[in-house]
């Protein structure tokens, strides 16, 4: 997927190649064959690059793109899936190109079509900065379901963006601050309300918008705006039938994955007994020239979902991994903190983190069905402070915004962010690409007007309907997918004196944000067995190691 990252001067310094260079170091596991760093004017870009594909290789960045007499730089990292047809018709325009790349059709899109209207065209997985010197403006655009991160901020003079937190705080401007609104969102949700983070002045690009800087105007201006909206859910009935549905969903489905396969190389997949992961498994075994490798984690090699699994692996003939449980333990989380630069209340970031450093030793592509639980009725685990322990924790009240949607009428119909970023930091963690054709926007888009009542639920029926022709009805059978992390478990057993110690350290009593005393009673009505605390004491655990690794 790669790394990019950058700096504009806001006023009249110039950009510094030795920070330009840290922070493209920071990002080097995202882009372990390549990197690259260019200056102009008051911009800096860097980029480092995974390469995938044989036509990634000559597609040097940061590019440097000329058509006439405008020009542009430009760092992209993910992948414009359908860039070749776009790059077809530019040449036809008259583009001369020096690459048959997304970033070269990227940016001469850029220069054809002008910044309001040129990304409109793309569909893909992407997270870009074009610097246009002619104009004196930085664009930064992320895609949009939000499938590759994009973070920026300004601080001391600089405007400062990256792939990663960690990018960005490489820069010597950038402060490390506890964003303190932001904590009781993050302990009664799990993650903070977007586009805030838990880093004060820290900010994530929302999917679906672009960010112009403009430095024509004293001081320069920003200006976010929207250039996709998530659809809305369908209401009531329609008036296909429910076969012609699940056939148009198939079609979708197939050609998301036609969209995702790269030309040249074998493929993994991630089989996690849910019919998403089965559907996309049967789709890729029908469009893949290659051998398809999958991968499986469960608790147990003898419960239901795992044999499941395995016949569905040997039914479609791939080559089958079964990769150990993670046995969790203190480094464990401190890697997963490493990697994520944020705190988060997903305890399936851990097997997803060993699944993917399993896959990263056979492929460097792999396929997920992330995103297809969100689309059809699956059950997002999330983790969470329950409301009458967050008020005695914090020793105040808070008031949380309302969710997103929360109103009467319908509401936008996406994939949840943090998902895709459990996806994102898991596998580039482990330099793997982790393709994800259910978070293609127009299969979302197609999704969102299927009925409630072919679509919900656990066993979606329109998918069940859309999948029998593909394999047989054994095979269709459960469909819950994988079962959640045993994080209550963890924190009763092998986690629990850590958790105490990491949790009751002096410096988090001299930190003074969490009652001490509020945290020691959790911490002994859980291991007790009075009550489930486990996704709440993994929400807090990461917040303290994040804070004693991030915070100064």
């Not at 110039?14 to 080097?28: C, G, H, S, T, Y």
């Not at 992209?76 to 997304?102: K, M, P, V």
């Amino acid at each position: 997927m790669s790394g990019v990252c950058g700096m504009l001067a806001l006023g009249d310094e110039i950009p510094d190649r030795r920070i330009l260079a840290r922070m493209v170091e920071a990002l080097r596991h995202r882009g372990p064959h390549d990197a690259g760093i260019a200056i102009s004017g008051p911009c800096g870009l860097g980029s480092a690059r995974l390469i995938v594909e044989q036509g990634d290789g000559p597609a040097r960045q940061p590019m440097h793109v000329r058509h006439h007499s405008a020009e542009v730089w430009i760092v992209h990292a993910g992948r414009a899936y359908n860039f070749l047809e776009i790059l077809r018709a530019l040449e036809a325009s008259g583009h001369r190109f020096a690459t048959e790349s997304d970033a070269e059709t990227l940016g001469r899109a850029y220069l054809q079509f002008g910044p309001a209207h040129f990304i409109k065209a793309f569909r893909g997985s992407f997270a870009l900065a074009i610097w246009d010197a002619l104009r004196h403006r930085l664009l930064l655009v992320r895609d949009r379901l939000g499938r590759q991160p994009l973070y920026y901020t300004q601080a001391g003079g600089w405007l400062v963006f990256g792939s990663e937190i960690k990018a960005l705080l490489a820069h010597p401007a950038v402060p490390r601050r506890l964003n303190e609104e932001a904590l009781p969102y993050y302990l009664a949700c799990g993650h903070p309300p977007a586009p805030a983070t838990l880093f004060e002045g820290l900010f994530s690009l929302p999917p679906g918008h672009m960010l112009t800087v403009d430095l024509n105007t004293q001081p320069p201006t920003l200006h976010l705006e929207a250039y996709w909206q998530p659809p809305l859910l369908a209401e009531g009935a329609d008036a296909r039938s429910a076969e012609n549905i699940a056939a148009d969903l198939w079609a979708h489905l197939r050609w998301a994955v036609r969209q995702h396969l790269p030309t040249d190389v074998a493929v993994g997949a991630f089989l996690d007994g849910s019919l998403t992961s089965a559907a996309l498994l049967a789709l890729l075994v029908q469009e893949s020239p290659h051998t398809v490798q999958t991968f499986s984690l469960y608790p147990s090699l003898e419960a239901e979902e795992a044999r499941r699994t395995r016949q569905l692996a040997a039914h479609l003939v791939t080559d089958h991994h079964e990769v150990p449980y993670p046995q969790p333990t203190m480094a464990l989380l401190e890697a997963l903190v490493e990697n994520y630069d944020l705190p988060f209340g997903d305890a399936e970031a851990a097997p997803a983190y060993l699944i993917s450093r399993a896959a990263g030793e056979h492929v460097t592509v792999s396929f997920s069905s992330a995103g297809g639980e969100a689309l059809f009725g699956g059950e997002l685990k999330s983790g969470c402070v329950p409301p009458d322990w967050l008020t005695p924790l914090l020793g105040r009240p808070y008031n949380l915004p309302a969710a997103e949607g929360a109103t009467a009428g319908r509401g936008p119909f996406k994939v949840p962010e943090e998902l895709l970023m459990r996806v994102d930091r898991c596998s580039m963690a482990a330099s793997l690409e982790v393709r994800t054709p259910f978070a293609d926007h127009p299969l979302v888009q197609f999704a969102a007007g299927i009925p409630p009542a072919l679509r919900d639920g656990t066993s979606s029926p329109v998918l069940l309907s859309a999948l029998r022709g593909a394999l047989p009805a054994p095979l269709l059978e459960g469909g819950a997918g994988h079962p959640p992390a045993p994080v209550d478990e963890w924190l009763r057993d092998s986690l629990a004196a850590q958790a105490q110690d990491v949790l009751l350290n002096g410096q988090a009593a001299r930190r003074g944000l969490l009652k001490g005393e509020v945290l020691q009673r959790m911490l002994e009505a859980h291991t007790g067995g009075k009550v489930r605390l486990g996704r709440a004491l993994w929400t807090l655990l990461t917040l303290e190691l994040w804070m004693q690794r991030y915070l100064l």
